[in-house]
Structure formats: structure tokens, C-alpha cells
């Protein structure tokens, strides 16, 4: 492997689940951006229409966390940190937003039935607080104290 390439290895588990639950959202909201948009052209709806809207405008942020993520495994070891503290939290953003496009499938997932939708938008806020939540930072230990067990005298 050559020294410019990017060596997938670096990445660590979270960032590697971040991608892929970002991975899923871009895939659902194209999909429902494509069967939804066509089953709209047959038949208008309004609700489906803010739906849709809503899920479009999330799909650029979507993309450009892929461009971000993708950037910083390539050019992490010559940014600056205030550089990656920048990229971080716009990257967090990106991610936040992206979030919000459950808002849109949950829409439209309540315009079909009321128990699908209400289903849909509870089990939608406990799992992005539990992601969120989960998926936290996690500063080091500075206490100075061990994980290790010590033996007692």
C-alpha cells in the first residue's frame, strides 16, 4: 500500500458504526425519495409532499458527512487540531441533520397508519438518545486510578 492511500485499518469501531448508520439512513431516504416520489407523481399528497421535502433537504448534509469522514481518514496526520475540531463538529451537525430526515419517513410512515407511525416516531427518539448517548466521546481516565484490581496486603 502506498503512503498516500488511506489505510482503512485506522479507523476505529465508532467511527466505523457512525458510517454505517449514516450508510443506512442515505439508503433509506433514496429509496422512499424514489418509490415515494413516484407513488406522489400518481396520486399528490400533501403530507407526503412535506415528507419528501423534508427527507431532500437531509440528503445533502448526508452526502457531505461521506465527503467529511473520507477527508479526515486521508489528511488526519497533517491537519491541524484545530482543523479536526472544526471538521468534527461539522461533521456532527451533518449527522444531527441527517437524524432529523426520520422525521420525514415518519411522516409518511403515519400518513399510512397511525400505530406505524406512532410506533415508528417513539422507537425513532429512543434510539438516536441511545446512539447519541452510546456513541459518545469517551474522555480518558486522568484520576490516575487503574482499572486493575489491587491485590489486598
Request: proline content about 5%; some cysteine; glycine content about 6%.
Amino acid at each position: 500500500m502506498s503512503e498516500g492511500s488511506v489505510n482503512v485499518e485506522s479507523r476505529t469501531s465508532s467511527q466505523d458504526k457512525r458510517w454505517t448508520i449514516m450508510a443506512a439512513l442515505l439508503g433509506t431516504n433514496t429509496a422512499l425519495m424514489l418509490f415515494q416520489g413516484i407513488e406522489q407523481a400518481r396520486t399528490p399528497n400533501a403530507v407526503r409532499e412535506v415528507a419528501l421535502a423534508i427527507i431532500a433537504a437531509a440528503l445533502p448534509f448526508q452526502a457531505i458527512y461521506f465527503l467529511i469522514y473520507t477527508f479526515l481518514l486521508e489528511h488526519e496526520a497533517r491537519l491541524p487540531p484545530e482543523r479536526i475540531h472544526k471538521l468534527g463538529l461539522a461533521s456532527a451537525l451533518c449527522q444531527v441533520v441527517s437524524y432529523g430526515s426520520l422525521v420525514g419517513v415518519a411522516m409518511m410512515w403515519y400518513h399510512l397508519s397511525a400505530w406505524v407511525g406512532f410506533s415508528f416516531i417513539v422507537s425513532s427518539i429512543l434510539a438516536i438518545f441511545l446512539i447519541r448517548n452510546v456513541m459518545a466521546p469517551v474522555e480518558p481516565k486522568t484520576d490516575g486510578v487503574s482499572d486493575t484490581v489491587q491485590p489486598s496486603p
